[in-house]
């Protein structure tokens, strides 16, 4: 069993090889609405970076930070080996910076080729054409080089502004949140083919979502934000099943959050007690346990110490809301294969190998 003790400050260690650079980066609007707060965070050269977290968390504001767009108050920011923001300042076109916005921008008189063609300056005519047929060939659209944006899906606006970006071979490609206005399918498709052509290029990119199956699936490392303030950076498997607080904790995946006690060596709680592996050492008293639905499954027992409540049908699953005897709720989630009715008494059952605990002060 691996229970963890999880404090609330995250120390965030430099690494190797970091190709973009934020340190102490301070960001206020109208002088005292804290966008970005002391933020200090690195990507190395060719990761996929996301900064996952709520509106209005700051991730758009630290994008533009990066571009230029906006200008930091204080700290300083690094692209390569060129400081772009600080005790200089770098105007945006000259940081080769590509970006990709929600709404696409792309230009409505331009056809697909001059839109792509737009940011490719100091080119011959020659070496612009074949720029722009390497991008259409690159994104899978080499004949719609003379449509225009409203002639084309939503996708096909999307990769345009992803090829439009691409051409000017930049260091960086920030990414706002591109994916969010395509249906299901195409966003699952369209961000799969994203990854695949940045990677391919060896682009250094940083995307900001709200949405963590996308940061999960897309990134190599993932940096929880919470009002300015990176809460913990690390690969997507370590932000799921090591929160490093209870804010990433929630934000992360389904939560529930259970009272326990510390007693020796035992973790004592309503749903059972669990022996500790010997690998962490807690002091007893009050704690809270976290757990996800995919760790906690039922039968169905008349004698059981909870009470299904209610039960929502997602198609290849069935997330379940027990109530325990104090009124305490939790979540399963199980195939729809065998549905369990509403009302049902059940024996609930935990996998404690993912048990987090924390103290009830962090």
């Excluded at 498709?189 to 391919?200: A, D, P, V």
Aim: net charge neutral; charged share 25%; with cysteine.
């Amino acid at each position: 069993m691996m229970l963890r003790l999880r404090k609330k400050d995250v120390c965030i260690k430099k690494t190797e090889g970091a190709y973009v650079s934020l340190k102490a980066v301070r960001k206020l609007f109208n002088r005292k609405v804290t966008a970005v707060d002391d933020l200090t965070m690195e990507v190395k050269r060719g990761e996929f970076f996301s900064l996952l977290g709520p509106s209005g968390c700051g991730k758009t504001t630290i994008l533009r930070l990066i571009a230029g767009l906006e200008v930091p108050d204080r700290g300083t920011i690094a692209i390569g080996d060129d400081v772009v923001a600080g005790n200089v300042w770098v105007q945006p076109e000259k940081r080769r910076v590509g970006i990709v916005f929600q709404d696409y921008a792309l230009f409505p008189h331009m056809t697909v080729f001059e839109n792509i063609a737009f940011g490719l300056k100091g080119c011959t005519k020659q070496r612009l054409q074949e720029k722009v047929i390497e991008m259409l060939n690159l994104v899978g659209l080499d004949n719609m080089a003379q449509r225009y944006p409203h002639e084309l899906s939503g996708g096909q606006q999307q990769r345009v502004a992803l090829a439009r970006a691409l051409a000017p071979s930049p260091k960086v490609m920030l990414l706002d949140e591109p994916f969010s206005n395509l249906d299901a399918d195409l966003r699952m498709e369209l961000r799969t083919e994203t990854k695949r052509i940045l990677k391919e290029k060896g682009t250094t990119t940083i995307l900001v979502t709200h949405d963590q199956e996308e940061a999960f699936s897309l990134s190599d490392r993932v940096g929880v934000l919470n009002h300015g303030r990176l809460e913990q950076v690390g690969p997507p498997e370590e932000i799921y099943h090591r929160p490093a607080g209870r804010f990433v904790a929630s934000f992360v995946g389904r939560t529930d959050f259970l009272n326990g006690r510390i007693s020796g060596n035992s973790l004592i709680s309503d749903i059972g007690i669990f022996k500790f592996n010997g690998n962490v050492v807690l002091e007893n008293g009050e704690v809270d346990l976290m757990i996800r639905p995919d760790d906690v499954d039922f039968n169905v027992d008349p004698h059981g110490n909870a009470e299904i409540v209610d039960a929502q049908f997602l198609g290849a699953d069935v997330i379940y809301k027990l109530c325990l005897s104090d009124g305490t709720t939790i979540h399963s989630i199980k195939p729809s294969t065998n549905i369990s009715v509403v009302g049902s008494r059940v024996k609930i059952y935990i996998n404690p190998a993912h048990i987090i605990v924390f103290s009830k002060d962090s």
